[in-house]
Nanobody, 123 residues
Framework: VQLQASGGGLVQTGGSLRLSCASS????????MGWFRQAPGKEREFVAA????????YYADSVKGRFTISRDNAKNAVYLQMNSLKPEDTGVYFC?????????????????WGQGTLVTVSS
């Protein structure tokens, strides 16, 4: 399984970015998807998750109201729209494909991980 994340870059505080993640796995449409991030010197943390059909989403408290996760099962893709970005959003963002269809905030619920895309928010 290959997960290819893209869309990262350098943006100013208050700006927006849209991350994309494409999966090569044929079971994509029956799997939950998640986004996690790792800031410099910190452990990886949960950002957002979406269930297989998109009916359930979870967000970290730090991004609620600013980030939106969505998916397109016809394209085997998941997205993370990030608005009102803050310097503390800086980090490497990873997409992950779940072992199950239900969304989860836990890393061990995800079987496959992408290589990450770097997001840098300047103050």
């Amino acid at each position: 399984v290959q997960l290819q994340a893209s869309g990262g870059g350098l943006v100013q505080t208050g700006g927006s970015l849209r991350l994309s993640c494409a999966s090569s796995e044929r079971t994509f449409s029956s799997s939950a998807m998640g986004w996690f991030r790792q800031a410099p010197g910190k452990e990886r943390e949960f950002v957002a998750a979406i269930s297989w059909g998109g009916g359930t989403t979870y967000y970290a408290d730090s991004v609620k109201g600013r980030f939106t996760i969505s998916r397109d099962n016809a394209k085997n893709a998941v997205y993370l729209q990030m608005n009102s970005l803050k310097p503390e959003d800086t980090g490497v963002y990873f997409c992950a494909q779940g072992r199950y269809g239900s969304a989860s905030t836990k890393e061990d619920a995800y079987a496959y991980w992408g290589q990450g895309t770097l997001v840098t928010v300047s103050s």
